[in-house]
Protein backbone atom coordinates (compact mmCIF):
# COMPACT_ATOMS: atom_id res chain seq x y z
CA UNK A 1 0.00 0.00 0.00
CA UNK A 2 1.46 3.70 -0.85
CA UNK A 3 2.61 5.52 2.48
CA UNK A 4 1.27 9.12 3.28
CA UNK A 5 3.47 11.77 4.15
CA UNK A 6 1.28 14.97 4.96
CA UNK A 7 3.12 18.31 3.93
CA UNK A 8 2.84 20.60 7.09
CA UNK A 9 2.95 23.40 4.81
CA UNK A 10 -0.36 23.22 4.14
CA UNK A 11 -1.20 22.82 7.70
CA UNK A 12 -2.08 25.81 10.15
CA UNK A 13 1.30 26.78 11.69
CA UNK A 14 -0.03 28.02 15.03
CA UNK A 15 -1.26 24.65 16.13
CA UNK A 16 2.03 22.41 14.63
CA UNK A 17 2.29 20.24 17.77
CA UNK A 18 -1.57 18.97 17.90
CA UNK A 19 -1.29 18.79 14.09
CA UNK A 20 1.66 16.20 13.81
CA UNK A 21 0.12 14.01 16.44
CA UNK A 22 -3.49 14.11 15.25
CA UNK A 23 -1.71 12.93 11.72
CA UNK A 24 0.10 9.96 13.49
CA UNK A 25 -3.60 9.22 14.80
CA UNK A 26 -5.44 9.61 11.41
CA UNK A 27 -2.51 7.16 9.98
CA UNK A 28 0.03 9.37 7.97
CA UNK A 29 3.69 7.31 7.55
CA UNK A 30 5.87 10.74 7.60
CA UNK A 31 5.72 14.14 8.50
CA UNK A 32 7.12 15.73 5.46
CA UNK A 33 9.05 19.11 6.72
CA UNK A 34 9.52 21.73 4.03
CA UNK A 35 12.29 23.48 4.70
CA UNK A 36 12.63 26.90 2.29
CA UNK A 37 15.39 29.63 2.51
CA UNK A 38 13.80 32.54 0.37
CA UNK A 39 16.97 32.15 -1.41
CA UNK A 40 16.24 28.68 -3.58
CA UNK A 41 12.97 29.20 -3.65
CA UNK A 42 11.12 32.67 -3.42
CA UNK A 43 9.39 31.15 0.20
CA UNK A 44 10.54 30.58 3.98
CA UNK A 45 9.56 27.87 6.17
CA UNK A 46 10.80 26.01 9.33
CA UNK A 47 13.32 25.92 11.15
CA UNK A 48 15.32 23.69 13.08
CA UNK A 49 13.74 24.45 16.27
CA UNK A 50 10.53 23.84 14.79
CA UNK A 51 11.60 20.34 13.99
CA UNK A 52 12.67 20.03 17.49
CA UNK A 53 9.59 20.67 19.42
CA UNK A 54 7.90 18.61 17.20
CA UNK A 55 9.69 15.53 17.32
CA UNK A 56 8.04 15.78 20.95
CA UNK A 57 4.55 15.36 19.91
CA UNK A 58 4.59 12.26 17.56
CA UNK A 59 6.97 8.99 17.07
CA UNK A 60 6.43 9.40 13.22
CA UNK A 61 9.99 9.90 11.20
CA UNK A 62 10.15 13.14 9.37
CA UNK A 63 11.06 13.30 5.82
CA UNK A 64 13.34 16.95 6.06
CA UNK A 65 12.87 18.12 2.61
CA UNK A 66 15.51 20.94 2.14
CA UNK A 67 14.64 23.53 -0.62
CA UNK A 68 17.76 25.96 0.16
CA UNK A 69 20.89 27.02 -1.43
CA UNK A 70 23.45 25.68 0.89
CA UNK A 71 22.42 21.88 2.10
CA UNK A 72 25.82 20.67 3.47
CA UNK A 73 25.42 23.38 5.55
CA UNK A 74 22.13 23.21 7.03
CA UNK A 75 22.44 19.36 7.09
CA UNK A 76 23.76 19.25 10.83
CA UNK A 77 21.16 21.77 12.13
CA UNK A 78 18.16 19.51 11.15
CA UNK A 79 19.79 15.80 11.59
CA UNK A 80 20.51 17.27 14.99
CA UNK A 81 17.25 17.89 15.27
CA UNK A 82 15.96 15.01 14.86
CA UNK A 83 15.49 14.50 11.16
CA UNK A 84 15.09 10.63 10.38
CA UNK A 85 15.16 11.56 6.48
CA UNK A 86 16.94 14.37 4.54
CA UNK A 87 16.18 15.03 1.33
CA UNK A 88 18.09 17.70 -1.14
CA UNK A 89 17.89 19.24 -4.94
CA UNK A 90 20.62 18.47 -6.84
CA UNK A 91 20.42 22.16 -8.42
CA UNK A 92 22.03 22.95 -4.87
CA UNK A 93 24.93 20.77 -4.72
CA UNK A 94 28.45 20.89 -6.78
CA UNK A 95 29.18 17.63 -4.99
CA UNK A 96 26.24 15.34 -4.09
CA UNK A 97 28.65 12.94 -3.23
CA UNK A 98 30.08 14.64 -0.26
CA UNK A 99 26.58 16.31 0.59
CA UNK A 100 25.23 12.05 0.94
CA UNK A 101 27.89 11.33 3.02
CA UNK A 102 27.17 14.50 5.27
CA UNK A 103 23.72 13.15 5.71
CA UNK A 104 25.47 9.31 5.87
CA UNK A 105 27.76 10.51 8.57
CA UNK A 106 24.34 11.64 10.73
CA UNK A 107 23.51 7.75 9.97
CA UNK A 108 20.12 9.33 8.26
CA UNK A 109 18.31 8.05 5.49
CA UNK A 110 19.17 10.12 2.04
CA UNK A 111 17.01 11.36 -0.40
CA UNK A 112 17.79 13.54 -3.61
CA UNK A 113 15.33 15.21 -6.00
CA UNK A 114 15.47 17.74 -8.66
CA UNK A 115 13.00 20.41 -10.11
CA UNK A 116 10.55 19.67 -12.57
CA UNK A 117 12.88 21.26 -15.46
CA UNK A 118 16.38 19.54 -14.49
CA UNK A 119 17.56 16.32 -16.35
CA UNK A 120 15.81 13.27 -14.59
CA UNK A 121 19.24 11.60 -15.99
CA UNK A 122 21.50 13.13 -13.14
CA UNK A 123 20.39 10.92 -10.58
CA UNK A 124 22.01 7.94 -12.76
CA UNK A 125 25.20 8.01 -11.11
CA UNK A 126 23.32 8.64 -7.38
CA UNK A 127 21.09 5.74 -7.86
CA UNK A 128 23.44 3.20 -5.59
CA UNK A 129 23.87 5.58 -2.65
CA UNK A 130 20.29 6.68 -1.77
CA UNK A 131 17.56 5.38 0.09
CA UNK A 132 15.12 7.88 -2.02
CA UNK A 133 14.15 9.79 -4.69
CA UNK A 134 11.58 12.48 -4.65
CA UNK A 135 10.02 13.31 -7.66
CA UNK A 136 8.57 16.98 -7.74
CA UNK A 137 5.24 17.78 -9.17
CA UNK A 138 5.48 21.35 -8.93
CA UNK A 139 7.85 23.92 -8.95
CA UNK A 140 9.19 23.88 -5.17
CA UNK A 141 8.20 26.86 -3.03
CA UNK A 142 4.26 26.85 -2.37
CA UNK A 143 1.67 24.14 -1.71
CA UNK A 144 -1.72 24.19 -3.65
CA UNK A 145 -0.28 24.42 -6.94
CA UNK A 146 -1.54 22.37 -9.88
CA UNK A 147 0.28 19.25 -10.47
CA UNK A 148 2.27 18.91 -13.78
CA UNK A 149 0.62 16.30 -16.02
CA UNK A 150 4.78 14.99 -17.46
CA UNK A 151 5.23 13.91 -13.79
CA UNK A 152 3.71 10.72 -14.44
CA UNK A 153 5.94 10.21 -17.10
CA UNK A 154 9.15 11.16 -15.01
CA UNK A 155 7.85 9.14 -12.63
CA UNK A 156 8.00 6.23 -14.82
CA UNK A 157 11.69 7.50 -16.03
CA UNK A 158 12.57 7.42 -12.49
CA UNK A 159 11.25 3.91 -11.85
CA UNK A 160 12.97 2.60 -14.69
CA UNK A 161 16.39 4.03 -13.23
CA UNK A 162 15.53 2.66 -9.92
CA UNK A 163 15.34 -0.65 -11.24
CA UNK A 164 15.40 -3.64 -8.62
CA UNK A 165 16.92 -1.67 -6.58
CA UNK A 166 15.89 -1.16 -2.29
CA UNK A 167 15.29 2.70 -3.30
CA UNK A 168 11.89 4.42 -2.48
CA UNK A 169 10.24 6.60 -5.24
CA UNK A 170 8.24 9.84 -3.64
CA UNK A 171 6.21 12.30 -5.00
CA UNK A 172 5.91 16.03 -4.12
CA UNK A 173 3.61 18.52 -5.05
CA UNK A 174 -0.09 18.74 -6.28
CA UNK A 175 -1.12 15.19 -5.50
CA UNK A 176 -5.17 15.15 -5.02
CA UNK A 177 -7.40 12.05 -5.40
CA UNK A 178 -7.51 12.34 -8.80
CA UNK A 179 -3.68 12.10 -10.29
CA UNK A 180 -2.43 10.08 -7.10
CA UNK A 181 -3.91 6.42 -8.52
CA UNK A 182 -1.62 7.82 -11.88
CA UNK A 183 1.10 8.24 -9.40
CA UNK A 184 1.13 4.68 -7.73
CA UNK A 185 0.50 2.88 -11.24
CA UNK A 186 3.28 4.35 -12.31
CA UNK A 187 5.52 3.45 -9.14
CA UNK A 188 5.15 6.22 -6.29
CA UNK A 189 5.93 4.53 -3.14
CA UNK A 190 5.14 7.31 -0.85
CA UNK A 191 2.88 10.27 -1.60
CA UNK A 192 3.56 13.97 -0.16
CA UNK A 193 -0.01 15.48 0.13
CA UNK A 194 -0.50 18.85 1.71
CA UNK A 195 -3.89 20.17 0.20
CA UNK A 196 -5.14 17.09 0.34
CA UNK A 197 -4.45 15.94 3.31
CA UNK A 198 -5.63 19.51 4.80
CA UNK A 199 -8.57 20.33 3.12
CA UNK A 200 -12.32 19.06 3.43
CA UNK A 201 -12.98 16.36 5.06
CA UNK A 202 -10.89 15.23 8.42
CA UNK A 203 -7.22 14.34 9.05
CA UNK A 204 -8.45 10.74 8.91
CA UNK A 205 -10.55 10.35 5.62
CA UNK A 206 -8.40 12.10 3.83
CA UNK A 207 -5.68 9.77 4.28
CA UNK A 208 -7.46 6.76 4.01
CA UNK A 209 -9.00 7.70 0.96
CA UNK A 210 -5.10 8.25 -0.52
CA UNK A 211 -4.10 4.77 0.81
CA UNK A 212 -7.42 3.36 -0.30
CA UNK A 213 -6.37 4.17 -4.12
CA UNK A 214 -3.57 1.91 -4.08
CA UNK A 215 -4.11 -1.62 -5.36
C1 LIG B 1 6.45 22.35 -2.57
C2 LIG B 1 6.61 21.42 -1.39
C3 LIG B 1 5.49 20.44 -1.24
C4 LIG B 1 4.14 21.06 -1.02
C5 LIG B 1 3.04 20.08 -1.23
O1 LIG B 1 7.60 23.10 -2.71
O2 LIG B 1 7.80 20.69 -1.51
O3 LIG B 1 5.81 19.52 -0.20
O4 LIG B 1 4.01 21.56 0.26
O5 LIG B 1 1.82 20.73 -1.06
P1 LIG B 1 0.58 20.41 -2.00
O6 LIG B 1 0.23 18.97 -1.77
O7 LIG B 1 -0.48 21.34 -1.53
O8 LIG B 1 1.01 20.67 -3.40
ZN1 LIG C 1 8.23 18.98 -0.18
Redesign the pocket.
Known sequence: MVKIAP?L??ADSAYLGKTVSDLELAGADFI?F?V?DGHF?PNLTFGPNILKELKKHTSLPFDV?L?VTNPDECISWYAESGADLITFHLEATENPNQTIQLIRDYKLKVGITLKPSSDIKQIIPLVDDVDLILV??????????TFYPDTTERIKLTKDIIANRNVLLEV????NFHNAPLCIDAGADIL?????VFQNKTLTENITILKGLSK
Open positions: SLAHDMVHMMGVQPGFGGQDGGIVAGTA
